[in-house]
């Protein structure tokens, strides 16, 4: 009887790691590096190419009669939006005889509240002197138009008060006739009717003077709120910096670009779903990181760092090519010229050891036809990779990229060392790269990570425990070439993730 035992689940993955978006969108600076640029050039090209009109301001004291202590600012927001009126707009074009339009007019000035009395007006024109008329012109407008205002709902609240201040003196009137006339001869009800006359006559009396006193206050309130209204502020240009205006407007856009650019890349990264860490590339591909390449550099010295290093890791990769009796292959992912060049470097010191031939899988050909230099190792087409002498060494170089022969993996050889590039494949390939490999029986001994980023810290090191030792009757390692070959393929598929044994998980398949 077999028994098969389950992997158990592993912890469920956070939906957003944290130190994973920070390093993706870091790696990302040159994106949201150039936006940030592009929208300081952007604001100081603005101050450049539109600059800004000839501006005049002025300050209008307002007089409310509702003025509360207390008011939020409703009474100078409601004369901010009076003042965008045609009424206001057309009046002021009058004065200035102008034959502008009091729509078109209406663009060129703003005004706002400063507090709940002082309304500020800016005014742009083709002129210094332009706009200072305007903005005088403008705030007479707005105070005739505030004045009469006043005048005209004190007035028509004055006329009501007279009017009812004369319909009770009509009536008034009536009652004194009442009384002049007398009651009927005799009797206690004539008597209780004058006496009620008189009690009117008293009370009409006094609504007549109150109405009269209050007709007065309101002709009275009118001069106070009028005087209670004039510019503050008398018309003045203001003085416009084009190096002020340029360093402000090129802040303004240096902050906008690196806040969009910033957004662009975490957003992408989310998106595109893109391992940049060891830990995680190690685990979506099923092998452990055995080395890194820097990014290529443009400095001299910065290129010597990279080949000393490029160097330290073909000492390395030759180390595990003797140590095993099968071919090794380098097959690279998003990073084709840096496999081509360790490639080589690996050939040029096994060759110490004895003649080497490079099968070269790379898409184009990119070894085999490139012109030989003297000392360079001989480099076949994977079609010829039957007729290298086995007492040649072999080593094959191939591509896992999308569009891959899988088939043709195998023939480049059986142990290989995957060279991947940090933050190129999203998640699901990774995941195909490694089931393919494993369906190819193709043992992956490492990863090589290209352009890693210099401050991750995590390991990259699969580990599970020590071997178990083989149990009694089982094949050992020292039992024979059968038993080395099921221990081989027992360790390859202990090494396997167990997703990579549960069926496709992308569209793409096996050409």
Same mark, same amino acid.
């Given at each position: ?239 416009? $910096? !084009? ?7 090129? /802040?303004?856009? #240096? %902050? &906008?670009? @690196? +806040?969009?650019? *910033? =957004? ?64 090794? $292959? !380098? ?7 840096? /496999?081509?060049? #360790? %490639? &080589?470097? @690996? +050939?040029?010191? *096994? =060759? ?65 060392? !995957? ?10 390939? #990774? ?81």
């Amino acid at each position: 009887m077999t028994t098969r035992t389950t992997p158990e689940p592993s912890a469920a993955a956070p939906l957003l790691d944290l130190h994973t978006l920070v390093v993706a969108v870091r790696r990302r600076r040159r994106l949201w590096g150039s936006m940030a640029l592009l929208g300081m050039l952007g604001g100081a090209g603005s101050a450049v190419l539109l600059p800004t009109p000839p501006t005049a301001v002025t300050k209008v004291l307002v007089a409310h009669q509702e003025d509360q202590p207390n008011d939020p600012g409703t009474l100078i927001r409601t004369d901010a939006a009076l003042l965008h009126t045609t009424r206001i707009a057309g009046d002021a074009l009058k004065a200035l005889k102008s034959p502008d339009s009091p729509e078109d007019f209406m663009k060129d000035y703003v005004g706002s509240g400063l507090t709940n009395n002082v309304l500020q007006i800016e005014v742009t024109g083709e002129s210094d002197a332009e706009a200072v008329a305007r903005a005088r012109a403008l705030a007479d407008a707005f105070v005739a138009d505030h004045v009469r205002r006043i005048r005209e709902a004190w007035n028509a609240e004055a006329d009501a008060l007279i009017d009812q201040r004369d319909r009770l003196r009509g009536e008034l009137t009536q009652v004194n006739t009442a009384i002049a006339d007398g009651p009927p001869a005799g009797g206690p009800p004539a008597s209780s009717d004058m006496e009620s006359l008189f009690a009117r006559r008293a009370e009409l009396t006094s609504q007549i003077s109150d109405l009269g006193q209050r007709a007065a206050e309101a002709r009275i309130g009118t001069p106070r709120l009028i005087a209670g209204t004039q510019i503050v502020d008398a018309p003045r240009a203001l003085r416009n $910096s !084009l190096p002020g205006t340029a360093a402000t407007n090129s /802040a303004i856009g #240096l %902050a &906008l670009g @690196l +806040a969009l650019g *910033l =957004a662009v890349s975490a957003v992408g990264t989310v998106v595109a779903d893109r391992p940049v860490l060891r830990r995680e590339i190690a685990a979506h591909l099923g092998a452990s990181v055995v080395g890194e390449l820097p990014r290529r550099s443009a400095s001299p010295w910065r290129r010597r760092r990279i080949g000393a290093e490029r160097s330290r890791l073909a000492a390395s990769l030759a180390r595990t090519a003797r140590g095993a009796a099968e071919p090794l $292959s !380098l097959l690279e992912l998003g990073c084709a010229p840096d /496999a081509a060049a #360790l %490639a &080589l470097d @690996l +050939a040029r010191v *096994l =060759a110490a050891d004895g003649p080497v031939v490079v099968v070269d899988g790379l898409p184009g050909r990119r070894l085999a036809d490139r012109r030989a230099r003297p000392g360079d190792p001989t480099v076949v087409g994977v079609d010829h990779a039957g007729s290298v002498p086995r007492q040649e060494l072999r080593l094959g170089v191939g591509s896992v990229a999308p569009g891959t022969a899988w088939s043709e993996l195998p023939l480049l050889g059986p142990r290989t060392v !995957l060279v991947v590039r940090a933050g190129h494949a999203g998640v699901a390939w #990774l995941h195909t790269v490694a089931r393919q490999l494993a369906e190819q029986h193709v043992q992956v001994a490492g990863v090589v990570l290209l352009a890693p980023d210099p401050r991750d810290r995590t390991d990259g090191t699969l580990w599970s425990g020590p071997p178990a030792p083989a149990a009694p009757g089982r094949p050992d390692a020292t039992d024979g070439p059968a038993a080395r070959r099921d221990g081989t393929e027992r360790r390859r598929a202990e090494r396997l993730p167990s997703w990579a044994a549960q069926g496709p998980d992308s569209d793409q398949g096996a050409r």
